[in-house]
């Protein structure tokens, strides 16, 4: 039974009206002073107490993990429990423009035996706390054991004083068991704010802490077993055990799931709620005929989506829909249809690309596609028919002038661009429907600028990605927006064989690659190559693409399969389209007719390399991933991935999808110097093994900070996810989906639960103004 004035979970309902009572809302300067607050906002970025709170520890020292200071290996990670003996300054000789710098040791002991901790700072950046180190304090250090001049020591250790043990104890067993039967937290810190630091200054906030009331209605955590909030939140920073812990753990991550899926289900409620304009089939025009015109016939997974498109273009409320499916699996194609049918009901469509190259790529697909119907104005048109528009950066003044006015008067019924379609000058007659391919690679802002074209702000909005989303991360990611899968390739595309090519310790398998190469176009077929950057300097349009870095720098190999060229220490940068190109010019690949393509090429450059390779006019294509998304040269058969070990894992999977569109096999050789066993070529084993693109989007989050995943539909805010993982907890996610959906339906504006709506403001922050934006 909760106490009078409380909530339940040991909550006060007034706290603002008590003295020394302490809020999560309340300003960290305020609590803890202006210095302390200061650092931990510039630091971590945490302004409030509730952001303190939520910045949680990211693992906890026990006592299984202390180790006697004579027992000490070089090379274990140890936690040791000693006593500062002395402090000792290290002057070192100066560097230009670094000032002074020094060494410090501490010298602690566990009255056994000694080590020494070790750091080094300039005197301009040697942090505050380090005079925290006097003798005579008791502290928990960990390190990494080495050897300087005879000594063991640890050099810049995790430090986690212990401000409650009595200055010069005796480190007796009972002193050590007082602290180190206890879960000490170990938070993400630096080396200007340590963990103890923070453990101290979240020890101060909940000593006079009331968290408000529960967000979560009573029956929910009743009925699901979890512990009131003010509980979870004290025993997530101070836990009695690791079951309290782990309660803990459960309870917060179910606020951040619920949370998140309550404001998704507001969204989803309020956008059914918005006026759109129904655009329905209509009997005998352009969708019918472009139908009829197909020289293929649908598979049942593209006839399925596309009827349930059909269905909500036609409703009074505006379509939210995202169409996901594999390389390959025929997305235009419904793309297309769906934009027919807007046009035949009066509307105008816009397809939104992310690169020029992908802009003109779909361009010429849709008009080629269409025939006569989108030859409207011109000799041999359909009877019914539109024209198409392209408007990028690159298009000239008489075209752009041109397109503007079609777009304007809506002679132009479809309109493919760039980010150019963004821009104010851009008016459409009548926006029905707006199509976004690769969602993830635009702001909120942008797309949402797109949509509010339409003259009544709410147009249809369909979003296109190939690359392979979980239903969990869908859920979570994608959660306002109604999901369709395409499972199924089209008939007539052939299997792609991929294989990893270990050019370091295989060399022989590297010139075997150039040798299938030259195979392959000896039968006039067709290659890309496809390299980390470009060559000519710093690459801020087409950067190195590993996404993991620090693992994956090998010494460099010759890459033309010869003898490596010797051993080279330390870094080197990944290779380079220019680079490439002119060794494969002039080496294995020599008497082949081979070009480049890259994002910093002219527009015109691009566009006619594009051609030529569409053609059959160019063998060889050297290119950044700029025909990652979109290109589509069925003669093409090869793909050669140099320093595959610097992609993501999806990101080589949407580039294996170049090949294999045609009726001859595609062939995928990824490239590598990663030793057998590292985690680079795991991932690249791992990407030979399969060609299910949702197998490897399950490996590629497993590698990916969540953060990571939801700042691509957030722009790039921090991500509010900081306990829930969207794999592991994927049962949790749709029991809190369901709970919410719930909830929010019966009080969409959750009147009836005021502390859920400020949770949800307090928790999100600026993201939930985001999330209808995605």
């Given amino acids: 039974m909760p ?14 009206m008590l003295p020394g009572v302490t809020t999560l809302r309340e300003p960290l300067t305020r609590v803890l002073g202006p210095r302390t607050g200061k650092a931990l906002e510039d630091v971590f970025g945490l302004r409030t107490v509730g952001d303190l709170l939520r910045h949680y520890p990211r693992r906890y020292y026990t006592r299984g993990e202390l180790t006697d200071l004579s027992s000490l290996r070089e090379g274990d990670h140890v936690t040791v429990l000693a006593r500062v003996v002395m402090v000792a300054d290290h002057p070192l000789p100066s560097q230009p423009g670094k000032g002074r710098r020094s060494r410090t040791e501490v010298i602690v002991t566990d009255d056994r035996a000694r080590l020494v901790l070790t750091f080094f700072f300039t005197n301009r950046r040697r942090p505050r706390w380090l005079n925290e180190l006097v003798p005579g304090m008791i502290g928990m250090f960990a390190g990494t054991v080495s050897s300087f001049r005879g000594r063991r020591q640890l050099v810049h250790p995790e430090c986690e004083m212990l401000p409650g043990a009595p200055p010069n104890a005796d480190l007796t067993p009972e002193l050590a068991a007082e602290f180190a039967t206890e879960l000490i937290p170990v938070y993400p810190a630096s080396a200007r704010f340590p963990s103890w630091r923070i453990a101290k200054s979240v020890r101060t906030v909940l000593d006079t802490l009331d968290v408000g009331s529960d967000p979560l209605p009573a029956g929910l955590w009743e009925r699901h077993g979890l512990a009131g909030r003010a509980e979870a939140i004290r025993a997530i920073h101070r836990p009695l055990d690791t079951a309290d812990r782990d309660r803990a753990r459960e309870r917060l991550k179910w606020d951040e799931a619920f949370m998140l899926q309550a404001a998704l289900a507001q969204r989803r409620l309020a956008a059914a709620a918005m006026p759109a304009m129904p655009r ?90 269409l025939g006569p119907l989108a030859q409207a104005g011109q000799l041999g048109a359909a009877d ?64 949402d600028a797109l949509r509010a074209k339409a003259a009544d702000n709410r147009p249809h909005v369909l979003v296109m990605t190939a690359t392979p ?94 003898v490596p060229r010797g051993v080279v220490l330390g870094r080197r940068q990944p290779l380079s389209v220019l680079d490439v190109a002119a060794t494969l010019e002039a080496g294995p690949l020599a008497g082949l007719r081979l070009d480049i393509l890259h994002g910093r090429l002219h527009p015109e450059e691009k566009d006619r390399v594009m051609r030529e390779f569409s053609a059959g006019e160019i063998d060889i294509l050297v290119a950044t991933t700029v025909i990652e998304v979109g290109v589509d040269v069925p003669n093409a058969t090869v793909m050669v991935i140099m320093d595959s070990e610097r992609f993501g894992v999806s990101q080589l999977h949407q580039l294996r999808g170049r090949v294999g569109r045609g009726t001859a096999p595609g062939l995928c050789l990824l490239v590598t110097e990663a030793p057998p066993g590292s985690p680079a070529r795991e991932r690249l084993d791992a990407v030979a093994a399969t060609l299910d693109g949702f197998k490897l989007s399950r490996l590629d989050l497993e590698q990916r900070r969540e953060g990571d995943v939801l700042g691509a539909a957030q722009a790039g805010r921090r991500s509010s996810l900081r306990l829930l993982r969207l794999l592991a907890d994927e049962d949790l996610i749709r029991q809190a989906r369901d709970e919410a959906t719930a909830v929010v339906s019966a009080d969409q504006d959750l009147a009836a639960h005021p502390a859920l709506h400020a949770a949800i403001d307090e928790l999100l922050g600026v993201q939930a103004e985001y999330l209808d934006k995605t």
């Fill in 3 to 16: 106490r009078p004035g409380r909530e339940p979970g040991g909550v006060s309902v007034v706290a603002s």
């Fill in 469 to 562: 989303i979980p239903r969990t991360v869908a859920m979570t990611v994608y959660g306002d927006l109604e999901t369709s899968t395409l499972t199924e390739l089209p008939a007539g595309r052939s299997a792609i064989a991929s294989h990893v090519v270990p050019a370091a310790d295989k060399p022989r398998y590297l010139e075997r690659a150039w040798e299938r190469v030259r195979e392959e176009a000896g039968r006039g077929r067709q290659a890309y190559v496809v390299c980390p950057r470009i060559g000519d300097g710093p690459d801020p349009d087409e950067p190195d693409e590993a996404g993991y870095p620090g693992e994956d720098d090998f010494g460099g190999v010759d890459m033309t399969g010869g």
């Fill in 280 to 369: 329905p089939r209509v009997a005998g025009g352009m969708a019918e005929e472009f139908d009829a015109r197909l020289p293929f016939t649908l598979t049942a997974g593209q006839v399925e989506v596309g009827e349930t498109i059909a269905g909500e273009l036609a409703c009074a409320y505006p379509m939210h829909r995202l169409l996901q499916g594999e390389v390959g699996s025929g997305k235009t194609v419904i793309a297309i249809r769906a934009m027919l049918q807007v046009v035949d009901a009066g509307g105008q469509a816009a397809l939104l690309a992310p690169t020029e190259v992908l802009a003109q790529q779909h361009y010429r697909s849709v008009t080629d596609m």
């Fill in 384 to 447: 019914h028919a539109t024209s198409v528009a392209l408007l990028t950066g690159s298009v000239g003044a008489a075209a752009r002038r041109s397109a503007l006015s079609d777009v304007f008067t809506g002679d132009a019924g479809i309109v493919i661009g760039t980010h150019a379609l963004l821009e104010e000058q851009v008016q459409f007659a009548d926006l029905g429907l707006v199509v976004i391919d690769e969602q993830h690679r635009f702001g909120v802002e942008q797309r």
